[in-house]
Protein backbone atom coordinates (compact mmCIF):
# COMPACT_ATOMS: atom_id res chain seq x y z
CA UNK A 1 0.00 0.00 0.00
CA UNK A 2 1.22 3.46 -1.05
CA UNK A 3 1.38 6.39 1.89
CA UNK A 4 0.77 9.80 -0.01
CA UNK A 5 3.84 11.98 0.23
CA UNK A 6 3.41 14.99 2.14
CA UNK A 7 3.06 18.49 0.49
CA UNK A 8 5.48 19.93 1.84
CA UNK A 9 8.06 17.73 0.14
CA UNK A 10 7.14 18.87 -3.09
CA UNK A 11 7.76 22.36 -1.69
CA UNK A 12 10.72 22.20 -0.67
CA UNK A 13 11.86 20.46 -3.86
CA UNK A 14 10.32 23.26 -5.87
CA UNK A 15 12.74 26.10 -3.51
CA UNK A 16 15.43 23.63 -4.05
CA UNK A 17 14.97 24.06 -7.32
CA UNK A 18 15.23 27.45 -7.17
CA UNK A 19 18.51 27.70 -5.73
CA UNK A 20 20.37 25.61 -7.77
CA UNK A 21 18.89 27.90 -10.68
CA UNK A 22 19.65 31.20 -9.25
CA UNK A 23 23.43 29.87 -8.81
CA UNK A 24 23.66 30.10 -12.87
CA UNK A 25 23.57 33.84 -12.37
CA UNK A 26 26.83 34.48 -10.56
CA UNK A 27 29.68 35.55 -12.03
CA UNK A 28 32.44 33.63 -12.58
CA UNK A 29 35.12 36.55 -13.61
CA UNK A 30 37.26 38.58 -11.87
CA UNK A 31 36.18 42.48 -11.25
CA UNK A 32 37.99 45.12 -13.07
CA UNK A 33 41.07 46.39 -11.07
CA UNK A 34 39.97 49.12 -9.14
CA UNK A 35 43.02 51.76 -8.24
CA UNK A 36 44.65 51.79 -4.89
CA UNK A 37 44.71 53.71 -2.37
CA UNK A 38 47.26 55.36 -0.25
CA UNK A 39 48.27 52.73 2.30
CA UNK A 40 47.99 50.49 -0.75
CA UNK A 41 50.58 52.25 -2.62
CA UNK A 42 52.85 52.66 0.46
CA UNK A 43 52.53 48.68 0.91
CA UNK A 44 53.42 48.21 -2.67
CA UNK A 45 56.42 50.71 -2.31
CA UNK A 46 57.76 49.21 1.06
CA UNK A 47 57.42 45.87 -1.13
CA UNK A 48 59.24 46.75 -4.23
CA UNK A 49 62.41 48.07 -1.94
CA UNK A 50 61.09 51.76 -1.52
CA UNK A 51 60.71 53.03 1.93
CA UNK A 52 57.82 55.96 2.29
CA UNK A 53 58.15 57.96 5.59
CA UNK A 54 56.76 61.46 6.60
CA UNK A 55 53.15 62.05 4.83
CA UNK A 56 51.03 64.62 5.06
CA UNK A 57 47.58 64.40 3.64
CA UNK A 58 46.59 67.98 2.04
CA UNK A 59 50.28 69.21 0.86
CA UNK A 60 49.66 70.08 -2.44
CA UNK A 61 53.05 71.79 -2.37
CA UNK A 62 50.94 75.04 -3.74
CA UNK A 63 48.04 77.31 -2.74
CA UNK A 64 45.70 75.24 -5.77
CA UNK A 65 42.55 74.37 -3.77
CA UNK A 66 41.47 71.39 -6.30
CA UNK A 67 44.59 69.63 -5.71
CA UNK A 68 45.06 70.21 -2.34
CA UNK A 69 41.71 68.32 -1.70
CA UNK A 70 43.39 64.85 -3.64
CA UNK A 71 47.19 65.54 -2.72
CA UNK A 72 49.60 63.24 -0.05
CA UNK A 73 52.78 64.80 0.43
CA UNK A 74 55.76 62.80 1.89
CA UNK A 75 58.95 61.60 1.38
CA UNK A 76 60.85 58.27 -0.50
CA UNK A 77 64.05 56.53 -0.59
CA UNK A 78 65.38 53.04 -1.60
CA UNK A 79 66.95 51.15 -4.73
CA UNK A 80 69.31 53.22 -5.68
CA UNK A 81 68.34 56.83 -4.39
CA UNK A 82 70.25 57.04 -1.62
CA UNK A 83 69.21 60.40 0.08
CA UNK A 84 65.33 61.00 0.41
CA UNK A 85 62.86 63.21 -2.05
CA UNK A 86 59.91 64.73 -1.26
CA UNK A 87 57.29 63.68 -3.46
CA UNK A 88 53.71 65.04 -4.17
CA UNK A 89 50.97 62.55 -5.36
CA UNK A 90 47.62 63.66 -6.04
CA UNK A 91 45.13 60.63 -5.97
CA UNK A 92 42.09 61.52 -8.52
CA UNK A 93 38.45 60.09 -7.89
CA UNK A 94 38.57 58.57 -11.84
CA UNK A 95 40.10 58.98 -14.73
CA UNK A 96 38.15 62.20 -15.94
CA UNK A 97 38.77 63.96 -12.85
CA UNK A 98 42.60 62.82 -13.63
CA UNK A 99 42.13 64.13 -17.24
CA UNK A 100 40.71 67.48 -15.81
CA UNK A 101 43.20 67.79 -13.10
CA UNK A 102 46.41 66.92 -14.20
CA UNK A 103 47.81 69.95 -16.24
CA UNK A 104 47.56 71.92 -13.09
CA UNK A 105 50.11 69.55 -11.93
CA UNK A 106 53.08 71.60 -13.75
CA UNK A 107 51.52 74.84 -12.44
CA UNK A 108 51.82 73.89 -8.91
CA UNK A 109 55.01 72.49 -8.95
CA UNK A 110 56.84 75.63 -9.92
CA UNK A 111 56.14 76.43 -6.47
CA UNK A 112 57.93 73.68 -5.01
CA UNK A 113 60.63 73.03 -8.09
CA UNK A 114 63.94 75.24 -7.83
CA UNK A 115 65.36 73.79 -10.88
CA UNK A 116 62.98 73.23 -13.78
CA UNK A 117 65.56 71.07 -15.75
CA UNK A 118 65.32 68.21 -13.02
CA UNK A 119 61.93 68.25 -12.46
CA UNK A 120 60.25 64.87 -12.40
CA UNK A 121 56.63 63.86 -13.00
CA UNK A 122 54.44 59.99 -13.30
CA UNK A 123 51.36 60.12 -14.67
CA UNK A 124 49.41 57.16 -14.46
CA UNK A 125 45.62 57.76 -14.37
CA UNK A 126 43.85 58.15 -11.74
CA UNK A 127 47.57 59.25 -10.39
CA UNK A 128 49.68 62.08 -10.90
CA UNK A 129 53.02 62.12 -8.59
CA UNK A 130 55.93 65.23 -8.73
CA UNK A 131 58.91 65.96 -7.64
CA UNK A 132 62.02 67.88 -8.03
CA UNK A 133 64.21 65.53 -9.16
CA UNK A 134 66.74 64.15 -10.67
CA UNK A 135 65.65 61.32 -8.94
CA UNK A 136 68.45 57.82 -9.54
CA UNK A 137 66.76 55.60 -12.38
CA UNK A 138 66.26 52.27 -10.50
CA UNK A 139 64.17 54.47 -8.25
CA UNK A 140 62.33 56.12 -11.13
CA UNK A 141 61.65 52.74 -12.75
CA UNK A 142 60.53 51.88 -9.65
CA UNK A 143 58.44 54.49 -8.92
CA UNK A 144 56.83 54.18 -12.46
CA UNK A 145 56.14 50.39 -12.27
CA UNK A 146 54.59 50.67 -8.77
CA UNK A 147 51.92 53.19 -9.50
CA UNK A 148 50.62 51.65 -13.25
CA UNK A 149 50.30 48.41 -10.73
CA UNK A 150 48.58 50.41 -8.08
CA UNK A 151 46.20 52.44 -10.86
CA UNK A 152 44.29 49.12 -12.08
CA UNK A 153 42.25 50.17 -14.52
CA UNK A 154 43.04 53.95 -14.09
CA UNK A 155 39.21 54.56 -13.28
Known sequence: MAFPRPPWRFAL??????????????????PPATP?????IVGRLN?????VTDWVSGDAGCD????????IRFAAQGMDQTTPVTLYLYIFR???AFERNRE??????????????TFEEVEQSPFALASQGPWAPGF???????LLAAAGTGD
Open 13 to 30: LVVLAIVVAACGTISTTA
Open 36 to 40: TDFPG
Open 47 to 51: AAGIK
Open 64 to 71: DGDLTKTA
Open 94 to 96: NHD
Open 104 to 117: RVGPCAASFVTDPD
Open 140 to 146: EATLRAT
